[in-house]
């Protein structure tokens, strides 16, 4: 498999990711979202929610009235978040490509989505496509997962059995590359036993490299939070994550940010 099929492989995974991963990251990450972004920005504004999966944090935001958009490259996971939020607009597009005028007033991308994008010119690809869909004074609020994490969290296997559907997880960790590998195997019982093997594959990018992309593509104020011993994220989904929260300068209308192009 390809290092940028990533979008490809969760499709098959869209139904074990609806009823068991979203919510049980989301759980602890809607507070932090809360405390970083949501206490700056009143209701009733727009919201782009990027690589937004099925939903998990697109819809509590909807309920509290805010006016949402989400976008991914998974059809099969649109799908259920169309379900699960109708009140929202989804868009199937990839967060290297969207192209989006600047309606905003805030973006965010949860649960370490971003590091999916294996390449730091791709990464900063979005930071630009995320800055010319922001007005003038948004916020950018997401998460990653720092190389801690990979190295204390993603040698790990994990299994879900229950009778009509499996699924094994089984991770490493390249250091060299700083890629993180996750192979997943599913069984789900439809009409007999069918059966999906998907390799999904991370980076580990530094924080160094992280904001120099998005001050690169037009951002300032750019803060770092430790999601376990700063914001309080429990267990291993706290380890060596971080929150990233950026703004675009109030005073820049042109909408493309320095290195960006695109329509208004």
Not at 160 to 188: M, N, S
Request: proline share 5%; glycine share 10%; with cysteine.
């Amino acid at each position: 498999m390809s290092l940028v099929e990533n979008h490809t492989g969760y499709d098959p995974l869209a139904w074990f990711y609806n009823r068991y991963w979203g919510a049980r990251y989301h759980r602890q990450a809607f507070p932090i979202v809360e405390r970083l972004l949501l206490s700056r920005i009143p209701p009733g504004v727009p919201l782009l929610d990027l690589c937004c999966g099925t939903g998990h944090l697109t819809r509590p935001l909807a309920e509290r009235g805010y006016r949402m958009t989400g976008i991914d490259s998974s059809e099969e996971m649109l799908r259920f978040a169309k379900e699960n939020v109708p009140a929202a607009e989804f868009f199937l597009l990839d967060a290297r490509g969207f192209d989006f005028s600047p309606r905003f007033q805030a973006a965010l991308s949860t649960f370490d989505s971003l590091n999916h994008i294996l390449e730091i010119d791709a990464l900063a690809a979005v930071f630009r496509n995320v800055y010319r869909a922001l007005r003038e004074g948004g916020l950018f609020l997401f998460d990653l997962n720092l190389e801690e994490a990979y190295l204390r969290e993603w040698d790990k296997q994990s299994a879900i059995v229950e009778e009509d559907h499996v699924c094994i997880v089984r991770g490493g960790y390249d250091p060299a590359a700083r890629l993180g590998r996750a192979e997943i195997t599913t069984f789900r019982r439809e009409e007999g036993w069918r059966r999906s093997d998907i390799i999904l594959f991370q980076r580990a990018h530094s924080p160094e490299e992280v904001q120099s992309a998005l001050e690169g593509a037009g951002f300032r104020g750019v803060c770092r939070h430790d999601a376990g011993a700063e914001l309080g994220m429990a267990g291993e989904i706290g380890v060596g994550r971080a929150f990233f929260l950026a703004a675009k300068p109030i005073g820049d209308s042109s909408s493309y940010g320095p290195e960006g192009s695109g329509q208004k």
